[in-house]
């Protein structure tokens, strides 16, 4: 199956948005004084082995670091976004990128899928209906891009999202937060100065060794905090909002969301 589409240069994918950013270009971003959150979400994760097969928990096995809540053990997926309310910092009137060259990679992905077996749907994409035209350029073939140079810049990202690991595991432990929400549910976000997020990545860099602050949990259904409270996982519950980013609404009483 063949997908086509050409950008319409519509602006919309560089207004309201988080982009991932590897630790890198999140240092870079944040240096131009620019705003980067912290979203972090868990799995409870059993020590057991995985099977080989398994890719998806593979790949949450390697973009993941181990922490324990209460005396449960989850992996943490931390990530670094680029978020900017309204137009991005780099946009031009004309709706051209006025930071082309140095652009996260993940402008460069977009509309494909940065993320390992999630599928490209052009409905979910921002791009108006005539950037899909058939007849326009092959944009995706079988689920793979069907430009060399787009595919190297999703395997280059999703590389970075690997190798980045360590260095968000001591990020957090310098910039003092141990929350994150259960992977499913939602996002629980940490706002950090572009100053401060600077200083704590030099701090990491320079090898600062920072303990470790007992992790939490974070949700806003009523049924998660009473099922994590039976297990003696520290849990806390809130209201979606800017500190924590639902997939369901706050607080239902079932666990349909
Ligand atoms: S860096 Fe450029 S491409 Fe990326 S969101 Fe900003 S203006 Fe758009
Ligand atoms: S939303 Fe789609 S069509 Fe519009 S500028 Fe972004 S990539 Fe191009």
Redesign the pocket.
């Known amino acids: 199956m063949e997908i086509a589409f050409d950008c319409t240069q519509c ?1 919309r ?2 207004h309201n ?1 988080r ?1 991932t950013l590897s630790v890198a270009e999140a240092r870079v971003w944040a240096a131009r004084g620019h705003q980067v959150d912290l979203l972090a979400e868990g799995w409870p994760w059993p020590d057991a082995e995985i099977h080989p097969d398994d890719a998806v928990a593979q790949w949450r096995l390697a973009t993941s670091f181990p922490v324990t809540v209460g005396d449960v053990p989850f992996r943490v997926n931390l990530r670094l976004v ?1 978020r ?1 309310d309204g ?6 009137p004309d709706m051209r ?4 060259e140095a ?2 990679r ?3 992905i977009y509309p494909l899928e940065s993320r390992p077996f999630e599928a490209m749907e052009p409905a979910r994409r921002l791009c108006p209906p005539e950037a899909w035209d058939a007849g326009l350029p092959v944009l995706e073939r079988d689920g793979v891009p069907a430009d060399a140079g787009a595919a190297a810049i999703v395997e280059a990202h999703r590389a970075a999202m690997i190798a980045d690991v360590a260095v968000k595991e001591r990020l957090v432990r310098a910039i003092g937060w141990a929350e994150m929400a259960m992977a499913g549910e939602g996002l629980a976000v940490r706002e950090i100065a572009p100053d401060a997020l600077v200083a704590a990545l030099d701090a990491v860099e320079r090898g600062c060794v920072v303990e470790a602050l007992p992790w939490s949990i974070v949700t806003n259904r009523e049924t998660t905090r009473a099922i994590l409270a039976e297990l003696e996982c520290p849990a806390r519950l809130v209201v979606a909002g800017d500190g924590f980013l639902a997939a369901f609404g706050d607080h239902p009483s079932t666990g349909s969301g």
């Open positions: 602006g994918c560089c948005l982009l680029a900017h137009a991005c910092p780099h946009l031009l990128c006025g930071n082309y652009r996260p993940i402008c460069g």
